[in-house]
T-cell receptor, first 116, second 114 residues
Framework: ETGVTQSPTHLIKTRGQQVTLRCSSQ?????VSWYQQALGQGPQFIFQ???????GRGNFPPRFSGLQFPNYSSELNVNALELDDSALYLC???????????????FGEGSRLTVL | AQSVTQPDIHITVSEGASLELRCNYS??????LFWYVQSPGQGLQLLLK??????LVQGIKGFEAEFKRSQSSFNLRKPSVHWSDAAEYFC????????????FGKGTKLSVKP
């Protein structure tokens, strides 16, 4: 059983650029959640994807967008990068049996984004 | 407002000593409560969770936590700390149908003295 994997592990961008982060969910999981963890802070919920659709969103602007693919992997896209977007981006996968209850979240090791 | 408060930013304990990390929450519905641990440069690992039932829950690595509804608390404990427990600990709250939206505290960094 493979766990949650994220790529890239580290990247550096400049203000105004766009970035795509990728996440492969754990085997048997059908739901992916994305979190932003700024330095010295706890993770903050960005959004969740289930059945290839956004299924819940936190307080993040529309320039944060995502995709989920038929194999349940996911991408997080951030446009028009700002300095405050520098953070560790965590992906978590889980299994939703279709009852509206999301199961336990399993986190990847994250992608650390630095915006200069 | 929904929130999680971890009052202690940094705690240092001696190896072999007992540990208690505090967590208070504010949540409008029946809470699901979690403790996660994060080692430097790593993702989050679930230590334990509370959904319902027995208010004292056991987790991995010898950790336990007690849910006290009247105090809106979910404190994490370990009777004897090992050097490998040094890490950052996060308390989180969610609810049924919260769609993976967990609200995390700011974390407590644990240092262990030899």
């Amino acid at each position: 059983e493979t766990g949650v994997t994220q790529s890239p592990t580290h990247l550096i961008k400049t203000r105004g650029q766009q970035v795509t982060l990728r996440c492969s969910s754990q085997s048997g999981h059908n739901t992916v959640s994305w979190y932003q963890q700024a330095l010295g802070q706890g993770p903050q919920f960005i959004f969740q994807y289930y059945r290839e659709e956004e299924n819940g969103r936190g307080n993040f602007p529309p320039r944060f967008s995502g995709l989920q693919f038929p194999n349940y992997s996911s991408e997080l896209n951030v446009n028009a990068l700002e300095l405050d977007d520098s953070a560790l981006y965590l992906c978590a996968s889980s299994y939703n049996p279709g009852t509206g209850v999301t199961g336990e979240l399993f986190f990847g090791e994250g992608s650390r984004l630095t915006v200069l | 407002a929904q929130s999680v408060t971890q009052p202690d930013i940094h705690i240092t304990v001696s190896e072999g000593a007992s540990l208690e990390l505090r967590c208070n929450y504010s949540y409008g519905a029946t809470p699901y409560l979690f403790w996660y641990v994060q080692s430097p440069g790593q993702g989050l690992q679930l230590l334990l969770k509370y959904f319902s039932g027995d208010t004292l829950v056991q987790g991995i690595k010898g950790f336990e936590a007690e849910f006290k509804r009247s105090q809106s608390s979910f404190n994490l404990r370990k009777p004897s700390v090992h050097w490998s427990d040094a890490a950052e600990y996060f308390c989180a709250v969610g609810g049924r149908g919260s769609q993976g939206n967990l609200i995390f505290g700011k974390g407590t960094k644990l240092s262990v003295k030899p």
